[in-house]
């Protein structure tokens, strides 16, 4: 009876460390201090991956907190989401385990590899729960025709290839130009479609 409750308590341990790994972040990096009994990890010049390899981060400097379950970003950063072939150049970032939530500041660009697409912003918040990438900040999007929008807000639904945007001001290849209150670009077809503010 012992042994066999000793071998059920050896399970739960294994499967909490299992668990713990995957949220855990994996560093390559030139140094590496951990303080605070391990609850806070200080690593530079290198890259952080994620646990399940989804999240891919290069920058000058990571701090990572166990407890919160946050890893801070800064310093020529970029990141690859590769579920979702995101690629993103800021200079300060919060990655939060708990919310599903990445976020950015500072002078940013996102690339969307499948769509062709750009954005430049100086703050944007990614919700890899939902797939969502929005922004309440004047922001430029340029996509593959020649086509430049600067927008006051967007919010981007990646599994729908949909973004909507706040106060438009397009401009396509040819210089004409267009400016809408509320309007959806979608991503797929390469179209846009004005939506009346209600």
């Known amino acids: 009876m012992k042994n066999r409750i000793f071998f059920i308590i ?10 713990y790994a995957q949220e855990m972040f ?7 201090e951990i303080i605070e009994n391990g609850n806070l990890i200080n690593a530079s010049n290198g890259k952080a991956v994620s646990g399940d390899k989804n999240i891919e981060i290069i920058a000058d400097n990571f701090q990572y907190s166990n407890i919160s379950k946050t890893l801070k970003i800064n310093g020529n950063a970029q990141v690859l989401i590769k579920s979702d072939n995101l690629k993103i150049k800021f200079d300060e970032g919060v990655i939060d385990q708990k919310k599903f939530t990445f976020e950015a500041f500072g002078k940013i660009e996102v690339e969307d590899l499948n769509q062709n697409i750009k954005i430049n912003s100086k703050k944007i918040i990614f919700n890899n729960k939902d797939k969502i990438l929005f922004s309440t900040f004047n922001s430029v999007i340029r996509d593959n025709y020649g086509n430049k929008s600067t927008v006051d807000s967007f919010k981007y639904e990646i599994n729908k290839s949909l973004i909507k945007v ?13 400016k809408l209150s509320l309007a959806y670009i979608d991503t797929k077809k390469n ?7 209600l």
Request: one cysteine or more.
């Open 166 to 178: 706040k106060n438009l001001n397009l401009t396509d290849k040819d210089k004409n130009n267009l």
């Open 26 to 32: 994996n560093f390559e990096t030139k140094s590496i």
């Open 10 to 19: 050896l399970i739960i341990i294994f499967c909490k460390n299992i668990s």
């Open 191 to 197: 179209n846009l479609t004005e939506r009346m503010l």
